[in-house]
C-alpha cells in the first residue's frame, strides 16, 4: 500500500462505507460479535464460530460477519448486533452457540426477532 | 362415559391458585350451570403447567388453546365468546415472547441513556483490526488538520482551551504539560502512553486499547508534532494479551498507510510509535518509574523536579499521558477545544470513563459527562444493589490511592476538586460498588494488602510502614485488635504519606483513612467488641442460628457444602460447630439474617 495523503482519507471513507454499508443489491446483513477480554472470556468465540458455520450452511453471499470490541456492557457478554438493511440494528445479550444459531436462521435469514433475548434496538449515535 | 365437546383445563398449581385459579373455576363452572352447557363443556383441574408466572393458565381442548392470566371479570366473556360462539378471546392468549413487539430503544435504556461518548465513541461499532474502518468514521482527520492546518502553538492552545486533564488519575491539566514539553531545549523528545492499568477493579484504558486502538495512536501522533519528538512509547502491561495485539496491528497497519513513519500525509513531520511491554508492577505506572522501566532499569521512582517535559526518558523532554486521555486527543483537535469544554463542570471539562464493578446490576465500562452524580452512575447506569436484602454501603473511587464515598455523599458530581473533598479521588476511574454485606476494615486491608506488596522498597517509610498497617489490619479483623490500633494506623498513614517519594507511598494510605473517616465505628467494634457488623471477618462470626429470627426456609441446610446443618420442614435450623469449616456459605445465603 503507498503512503497515504489527505485526500485519501476521503476515499477510504467512502471505499469503506460503499463495502460496509446495507443496501440494495449489495449486502443485506451485518453480524457483529462483540469481542473486548469480557466478550471473549464469556464465550464470544463460540458464538462467532456458530455465525460463521450458519453462514457457510446457509451459502449465503450478501451477509457480512464481523468482530468489534466491548460494548460497555459487559455483565451481558457476549454481545451480538444484527443489522439489516432498512431496519434498526438489534442487540442480543447473554449469546452461546445455540442461541446464535436460532438468530441466524430466524433472524438474520427469515427476518424473525429473537426478542426473548433482545437487549436493545438502536444504536448509541 | 359421557362426552364433552371441549375440555377446560384449568391449572390448580400452587403458583396458579395463589394467583386465583381456584376462583376461575369455579366462576367458570357456574357460568357453564348459567347458559346450560353443563353436558357439553367439562372443567378440569390439572397440576402444575409450569407457567406459573402468567398464571392461572388455562389449556382448551380439542383446540390446544392456551389461556394466561385469566381473571374472575373474564370468565362470562370466555363462555359466551368461546364456549357458545366458538370464538376464542385472542386477548388472554399465550403471546410468544418471539412475536411480541416491545424492543427498547437503546437510548431508553438507562444504562446507555446516561452516557455520553467521546473516548469510547467507536466502541462496540468498529473493527478494532482494521484501519479503514476507523478512518471511515473519521479517523485520522485530525492528524490531517494538525499535521496541514495547525502550528504546534495552536495545537497546545486548542488542548488548554478544551480544559482537559489528566485522566490518569491526578488530573495535571494536559494542555499545560504538553507546553512545558514543547518549552523545553532539546532536539530528541519524546511522547509516552501509560497503558499500566493496574488497579484492582479498573480496565478502562485495557478496553479502549481493545475496542479503538488507533485513537490512541493519532492523539499520540498529534501530540508528538506540538511538542516536536519523533518517537513514542505505548508502555501497555503484558497482562493485556488481547489489548497489546490490537495495538501492534493499529501500529503495523498505520505505518503501512504512512499514518507512523516518515513524512506523514506528505506533511514533512515524522514520528514512530513502539510497545514496550510492563511486567505488571504496579509501581510502573508512577510516571518515573515507568521510564526507568522502558529505559531497561528496575522500575523504581526518582525525585521530581526535573519533571519529565524538562528531563524524561532518556533524560529528554518528554509527555506521558494515560491511554483515556489520549483518546481524547483526537476529537479535541477536530471539534475544537471550546467544544469540549461545553461539557462538564467548572474546573472539570469533557467525560470521564468508569470501571463499573462490585455490586451493581450492570457491571461495564460508562462514559459519563464531568458533573454527573455518582448516584445516576450506580443506580441510573449501573442499576442498583442486585441482592434485594442488601443495601448499599459505599463505593471505592481511585483503588488504592483513593477512597470509599458513603451513601450521604453520593450526591458528589463528578468533578476532580468535588470528590476530593469527600475524602476519595477522581483516579483512573476504578468504581467498585460494596453492599452492606461488605466489611470495611477487611477492604482496607485488601488495599494495603496489594500496596504493601507492590511497594517498590525504595523508601523505607512505604516498604515497611505499609507491612505494619497491614499486620495492624491483619490483627483486626482476626479478632486481636488492641485498643491503640486505629491511633497507631493514623500515625502510620500521616507519616507514610509525608515522607514517601512517589504517589504510591503518599496515597497508599488512604482507603484505611477514608475508612476511619465514614466508618470508624467498624474498626471500634472489630476491636472493642470483637464483633464485624458487616458479618463478613470469619472469625468474629459464632456461626449461630438465631431461632427467632430464622424462617426455617433450608436455604442454608441445602447450601451448606459439607452437610454441618441439620434442618427439617418448620423447625429452625442448627449448625453444628465441630463439622462446619467457616466457608460462610449459609451467610449468604439467608435472607432472614439469622446467621450470626
Keep these: 500500500m503507498a503512503k497515504l495523503k489527505i485526500s485519501d482519507l476521503a476515499k477510504i471513507k467512502d471505499q469503506v462505507t460503499q463495502a460496509t454499508s446495507l443496501r ?66 438489534i442487540k442480543y445479550s447473554h449469546m452461546d452457540d445455540a442461541k446464535m444459531r436460532q438468530v441466524f436462521n430466524r433472524h438474520v435469514l427469515a427476518d424473525e426477532v429473537q426478542t426473548q433475548w433482545v437487549l436493545a434496538k438502536g444504536s448509541e449515535q | 362415559m359421557k362426552l364433552f365437546r371441549q375440555h377446560w383445563l384449568i391449572c390448580g398449581g400452587t403458583g396458579c391458585q395463589a394467583a386465583g385459579s381456584i376462583a376461575v373455576r369455579d366462576a367458570l363452572k357456574a357460568e357453564i350451570q348459567n347458559q346450560g352447557l353443563a353436558e357439553e363443556i367439562a372443567v378440569v383441574e390439572t397440576g402444575c403447567n409450569g407457567f406459573c408466572a402468567m398464571g392461572p393458565v388455562a389449556v ?10 385469566i381473571e374472575v371479570s373474564d370468565v362470562p366473556e370466555l363462555v359466551s365468546e368461546h364456549m357458545l360462539k366458538g370464538r376464542p378471546v385472542s386477548r388472554l392468549f399465550y403471546k410468544e415472547p418471539a412475536t411480541k413487539n416491545v424492543i427498547p430503544d437503546m437510548m431508553d435504556i438507562p444504562f446507555f441513556a446516561h452516557q455520553k461518548l467521546i473516548a469510547l465513541k467507536n466502541r462496540g461499532i468498529l473493527d478494532a483490526e482494521n484501519i479503514d474502518e476507523y478512518i471511515a468514521r473519521d479517523g485520522y482527520q485530525a492528524l490531517g488538520k494538525a499535521l496541514t492546518e495547525m502550528t504546534p502553538e495552536q495545537i497546545i492552545a486548542e488542548v488548554k482551551t478544551s480544559g482537559l486533564r489528566g485522566r490518569g488519575g491526578a488530573g495535571f491539566p494536559t494542555g499545560l504539560k504538553w507546553e512545558f514539553c514543547q518549552k523545553s531545549p532539546g532536539e530528541i523528545k519524546y511522547v509516552l502512553c501509560n497503558a499500566d492499568e493496574g488497579d484492582p477493579g479498573a480496565f478502562m484504558d485495557r478496553s479502549i486499547l481493545e475496542a479503538d486502538p488507533h485513537s490512541v495512536v493519532e492523539g499520540m501522533t498529534i501530540a508528538a508534532k506540538a511538542i516536536g519528538a519523533n518517537e513514542g512509547y505505548v508502555y ?94 483526537p476529537q479535541i483537535i477536530q471539534k475544537g477545544g471550546a467544544w469540549y469544554a461545553s461539557i462538564g463542570t467548572e474546573g472539570s471539562k469533557g467525560t ?30 449501573g442499576g442498583g444493589i442486585p441482592k434485594k436484602h442488601r443495601k448499599f454501603k459505599a463505593v471505592q473511587l481511585g483503588g488504592p490511592s483513593g477512597g470509599c464515598v458513603p451513601e450521604e455523599h453520593l450526591d458528589t458530581l463528578c468533578d476532580y476538586e468535588a470528590i476530593a473533598k469527600v475524602g476519595a479521588i477522581m483516579g483512573s476511574g476504578g468504581m ?33 510502614g505499609t507491612r505494619r498497617m497491614l499486620q495492624i489490619l491483619e490483627r483486626i479483623v482476626e479478632g486481636e485488635g488492641q485498643e491503640g490500633d486505629i491511633e497507631t494506623l493514623e500515625e502510620l498513614a500521616a507519616m507514610i504519606q509525608t515522607s514517601s517519594l512517589c504517589g504510591l507511598g503518599q ?25 464485624c457488623p458487616a458479618k463478613s471477618c470469619v472469625a468474629l462470626l459464632d456461626f449461630v442460628v438465631d ?12 447450601n451448606c457444602p459439607v452437610s454441618a446443618i441439620t434442618w427439617e ?28
Design chain 2, 236 to 329: 501497555c502491561r503484558a497482562e493485556y494479551p488481547l489489548a497489546v495485539h490490537r495495538l501492534q496491528l493499529a501500529i503495523d497497519q498505520a505505518r503501512e498507510y504512512g499514518l507512523l513513519g516518515e513524512n506523514i500525509l506528505d506533511s514533512g513531520f515524522s514520528f514512530d510509535l513502539h510497545i514496550y511491554q510492563g511486567a505488571g508492577a504496579f509501581v510502573c505506572g508512577e510516571e518515573t518509574a515507568l521510564m526507568r522501566s522502558i529505559e531497561g532499569k528496575r522500575g523504581m521512582p526518582r525525585p521530581r523536579p526535573p519533571f519529565p517535559a524538562v528531563a524524561g526518558l532518556w533524560n529528554r523532554p518528554t509527555v506521558l499521558n494515560n491511554v483515556e486521555t489520549w483518546a481524547n486527543i
Design chain 2, 60 to 69: 382448551v381442548y380439542p383446540e390446544g388453546i392456551f389461556y394466561v392470566a
Design chain 2, 507 to 531: 496515597t497508599g494510605p488512604n482507603p484505611v483513612l477514608s475508612t476511619l473517616r465514614y466508618f470508624r465505628d467498624e474498626y471500634e467494634a472489630h476491636i472493642r467488641d470483637k464483633k
Design chain 2, 432 to 464: 467498585i460498588v460494596m453492599d452492606d454485606s461488605t466489611c470495611m476494615v477487611d477492604m482496607a486491608r485488601f488495599f494495603m494488602d496489594f500496596v504493601q506488596e507492590e511497594s517498590c522498597g525504595k523508601c523505607t517509610p512505604c516498604r515497611e
Design chain 2, 547 to 558: 431461632e427467632a429470627k430464622c424462617k426455617s426456609c433450608g436455604l442454608c441446610f441445602k
Design chain 2, 569 to 596: 420442614k418448620k423447625k429452625p435450623a442448627h449448625i453444628d460447630l465441630s463439622k462446619c469449616i467457616k466457608c460462610k456459605t449459609c451467610f449468604e445465603n439467608c435472607k432472614f439474617d439469622a446467621i450470626s
Design chain 1, 24 to 89: 440494495e443489491g449489495g449486502a443485506q446483513v451485518k453480524v457483529t460479535v462483540h469481542m473486548g477480554t469480557c466478550g471473549i472470556a464469556s464465550g464470544a468465540r463460540n458464538v462467532l464460530n456458530a455465525v460463521m458455520d450458519e453462514l457457510t450452511k446457509s451459502g449465503r453471499k450478501d451477509i457480512i460477519v464481523t468482530t468489534s470490541g466491548c460494548m460497555g456492557l459487559c455483565s451481558a457478554e457476549p454481545l451480538v448486533t444484527v443489522e439489516k438493511a432498512g431496519a434498526e440494528p
Design chain 2, 352 to 381: 470521564k470513563v468508569f470501571a463499573l464493578t462490585g455490586h451493581v446490576n450492570n457491571i461495564g465500562l460508562v462514559e459519563v459527562p464531568m458533573g454527573t452524580s455518582l448516584r445516576t452512575i450506580i443506580y441510573d447506569i
